[in-house]
C-alpha cells in the first residue's frame, strides 16, 4: 500500500491502514522517542501519543512530505515536549540511574556490542555520550540524532524540523564540534 492509498484508507476509517502504518513506523518512532529521552518507557508512552495524534490530525497531513516525514516531526515535538513538561522527573531519573536506582542502560546509543572486560570503560563512556548529547542546544540535539542514530539524510531532517537544509548542516556541523569539545578526554586515552 502507498503512503497515498494508505491516508486514502486511514481517512475513510479502514482499520487495516491504521495498523499498518504503527506496524510500519512504530520501531522508527520509538527510536526518535528513545534518542531524544533516553527511557524506553517514556518513549513507548510519547510514541503512542505520537500515532494518536497522528490519527487524530489526519486532515493536516498535506502530502508535501512522506508520512514518515511527517510522523517524525510529531515524534520530535512530542518528546521536546515531554522533556520540558517533565523536568523534575528526568531529574529523578537520571539520580537514580547514577545511583543504580533505575535501568540507565543507554546501550541502544551505540551499534556495537562492547566487551565484557571493558564494561565498566564503555558503560561510563554511554553515559557521558549520553550526558554530551543531552546538553547540547536542543536544536542541535535533535537534528544530530535524527542523522546519526535514525541515520535520516539532510534533506529529510530539514523537513522534519522545518529548516533549511544549509541549516540542518549548520546544526549538525555544531553538534560534532561541541561533542568534540566536550569528549576531548576520550579521544586522548
Not at 565498566?120 to 548529547?133: G, V
Not at 537534528?143 to 540542518?168: C, D, G, H, R, W
Request: glycine letters at 4%; one cysteine or more; aromatic letters at 8%.
Amino acid at each position: 500500500m502507498t503512503d497515498s492509498e494508505l491516508i486514502s484508507g486511514l481517512a475513510a476509517g479502514d482499520p487495516d491502514a491504521g495498523r499498518l502504518l504503527v506496524e510500519r513506523h512504530q520501531l522508527q518512532v520509538i527510536n526518535v522517542c528513545l534518542g531524544l529521552l533516553h527511557n524506553p518507557h517514556d518513549a513507548e508512552d510519547v510514541a503512542q501519543d505520537v500515532f494518536v495524534e497522528a490519527f487524530r490530525n489526519l486532515q493536516r497531513f498535506r502530502g508535501d512530505s512522506k508520512i514518515s516525514t511527517w510522523l517524525y516531526r510529531i515524534a520530535v515535538n512530542r518528546s521536546l515536549n515531554y522533556l520540558r513538561n517533565n523536568k523534575k522527573k528526568r531529574l529523578l531519573y537520571e539520580i537514580g540511574s547514577v545511583f543504580g536506582l533505575f535501568d540507565g542502560d543507554t546501550r541502544s546509543l551505540f551499534r556495537e556490542p562492547f566487551a565484557e572486560e571493558n564494561k565498566l570503560e564503555s558503560d561510563e563512556l554511554r553515559q557521558t555520550l549520553k550526558s554530551a548529547i543531552d546538553n547540547l542546544p536542543e536544536n542541535q540535539r535533535v537534528a544530530f540524532t535524527l542523522n546519526k542514530f535514525e541515520e535520516l539524510p539532510y534533506a529529510e531532517i530539514a523537513e522534519v524540523m522545518q529548516i533549511s537544509l544549509s541549516a540542518v548542516e549548520s546544526l549538525i556541523h555544531r553538534a560534532k564540534i561541541n561533542l568534540q569539545k566536550r569528549l576531548r578526554h576520550y579521544r586522548d586515552l
